[in-house]
């Protein structure tokens, strides 16, 4: 008999689940606000992607682009070579740095390995036209950094790593505050 009532209260927990994470915002509308001609909310629609496309969307995004190194810190000597970390003071900001920094390092490493394995067969660093061309031909996907950022790979060295520009960082973070 326990079992019967546990299942059912699970069960219960699960659909309350659904129904709270998919919305109910047209269900539960109030009776007073009419609703919208066809018009408007269509206006609508069209005006919510376009207030979303200035926000960065980390979490989906994907890239493909690096750059080489040498050539970017020739044409932006202030460019910094870093390793993404938490460094936020409250719960949400500290979330998203921390998804970052996870799928920054993880693709770093990931790629480095590629790196070393094309080294250890040619008995040589592999040149950043090499590396492009393998990022095409295996379709091999980065999670996006922020704006300010880019991946980046040091043909001398044989390495992979980010870039970041400290004043587009600034000024990231100045629109981000207004």
Known sequence: ???????????????????????????????EEPAKPAGEAKQEQAAAPAAEENRPNLVKRKTQQVVDMQKAMDENPKLIEVENKIN???????????YIAISSRANVLNF???????????????????????????????????????YAYNEKEGRFTILEDP??????????KS
């Open 1 to 31: 008999m326990s079992r019967s009532v546990a299942a059912r209260f699970v069960c219960s927990l699960l659909l309350t689940g659904l129904l709270l994470t998919t919305g109910c915002k047209d269900a539960f509308r109030s009776i």
């Open 88 to 98: 936020a003071g409250d719960p949400l900001t500290a979330s998203l740095q921390g």
């Open 112 to 150: 480095q390995h590629q790196v070393d394995l094309m080294k250890a067969m040619h008995d040589r660093n592999p040149t950043y036209q090499e590396i492009v061309d393998l990022i095409k031909q295996t379709n091999m996907e980065f999670n996006a950094l922020p704006d300010y950022q880019t």
């Open 167 to 176: 004043e587009a960082k600034d000024a990231f973070e100045a629109k981000a």
